[in-house]
């Protein structure tokens, strides 16, 4: 039988409180077993991008990263996010390693393809050195990922922090039963956006059309559902989305995707 392990991926909103933060990262440290953290922060990134006269520019979800944003999702994602995360996680006696995909040769990419649009720097993912990951849960560390991949000829890229959390839980399924947590701001995936009770308790292919069809689901949901098929199709055993609460053992009430 193969060892459980458990992927949490969190949020930029949730992470631009220090206090909900703080919440989430004692929840994720007292997460029994091998687990691996994957964090975002494109709300930071953007911020800083404010300060220093840098644009920020979305299409689709995702970042057109020029050589100027790259540098600052650089010094966010894998300096300030990563950081601040790993020292709390240590506070709370969890032996966090903060990595980016160039760190130990861990997630290699390639330049997303031009087609409408020229992302610029951003990456889809190549491959996951599942080994390498491996080698740092035995050796007892819990590997913290941020939102940055490599081309392994010196060119980083950024990569979408919810498609690496799908990526990486893919990977480590041939070794491990992996349940992929996607957790954000609200309690789940909502029925009615401006209802925060409304959380839809389960979510298949076929109901998932239909609230495609209802445009119910929108914006960031959108890549984050798509990366939640991806992973089911891909051999991860559970994928779930909802608040940070859903990482205590007795909840109930978050979003479970099936087939
Ligand atoms: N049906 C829905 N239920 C919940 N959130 C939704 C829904 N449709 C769109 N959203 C939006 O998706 C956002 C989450 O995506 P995103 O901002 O990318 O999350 P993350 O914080 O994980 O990066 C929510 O903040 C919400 O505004
Ligand atoms: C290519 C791309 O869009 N990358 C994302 C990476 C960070 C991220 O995904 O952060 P959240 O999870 O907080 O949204 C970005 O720069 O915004």
Same mark, same amino acid.
């Given at each position: 039988?193969k *060892?459980?392990? %458990? ?10 409180? *220090?206090n909900?933060?703080? *919440?989430?990262? #004692?929840?994720f =440290?007292?997460? #029994?077993?091998?687990?691996?953290? !994957? ?26 990263? &020029? ?6 999702? @650089?010094m ?9 995360i790993?020292? #709390?996680?240590?506070?709370?006696h969890?032996?966090?390693? /903060?990595? =980016?995909?160039? &760190?130990?040769?861990?997630i290699k ?8 649009? +020229?992302?610029?720097?951003v /990456?889809?993912?190549?491959? !996951?050195n @599942? ?12 590997? !913290?990922?941020?939102?940055? @991949? ?13 498609t690496?959390? %799908? ?5 480590? %399924? ?8 996607y957790?954000?701001e609200?309690? /789940?995936?909502?029925l009615?956006?401006t +209802?925060?009770? =409304?959380?839809? *308790?389960?979510?298949? %292919?076929?109901?998932y #059309? ?8 929108a ?13 089911l199709q891909?051999? !991860?055993n ?17 979003t479970?995707?099936?087939?």
């Amino acid at each position: 039988m193969k *060892k459980k392990l %458990s992927l949490v991926k969190i949020g930029g909103n949730v992470m631009e409180s *220090k206090n909900e933060l703080a *919440k989430f990262l #004692q929840l994720f =440290s007292e997460l #029994q077993g091998p687990k691996i953290l !994957v964090h975002g922060g494109g709300k930071l990134a953007t911020e800083l991008g404010v300060k220093l006269g840098v644009e920020a520019q979305m299409v689709g979800g995702r970042r057109i990263t &020029d050589a100027q944003n790259l540098e600052i999702i @650089t010094m966010v994602y894998g300096g300030l996010a990563n950081k601040n995360i790993v020292a #709390q996680l240590q506070a709370s006696h969890c032996n966090a390693i /903060g990595l =980016s995909g160039a &760190d130990a040769n861990t997630i290699k990419a390639y330049k997303r393809p031009v087609r409408e649009i +020229d992302f610029g720097f951003v /990456g889809d993912v190549e491959s !996951v050195n @599942t080994k390498n990951i491996e080698r740092l849960l035995q050796g007892g560390f819990t590997p !913290v990922f941020c939102a940055i @991949t490599h081309d392994g000829n010196g060119q980083l890229f950024n990569t979408n922090a919810d498609t690496i959390a %799908s990526e990486i839980a893919i990977g480590m %399924s041939e070794m491990y039963e992996t349940t992929l947590y996607y957790c954000f701001e609200k309690k /789940g995936v909502l029925l009615n956006i401006t +209802d925060k009770d =409304s959380v839809i *308790k389960n979510i298949d %292919s076929n109901s998932y #059309q239909d609230l495609l069809h209802k445009k119910i689901i929108a914006d960031g949901m959108l890549p984050k559902l798509e990366n939640c098929f991806y992973a089911l199709q891909k051999n !991860v055993n559970k994928v779930c989305i909802g608040d940070i609460s859903m990482l205590r053992p007795a909840s109930t009430v978050y979003t479970t995707i099936t087939l």
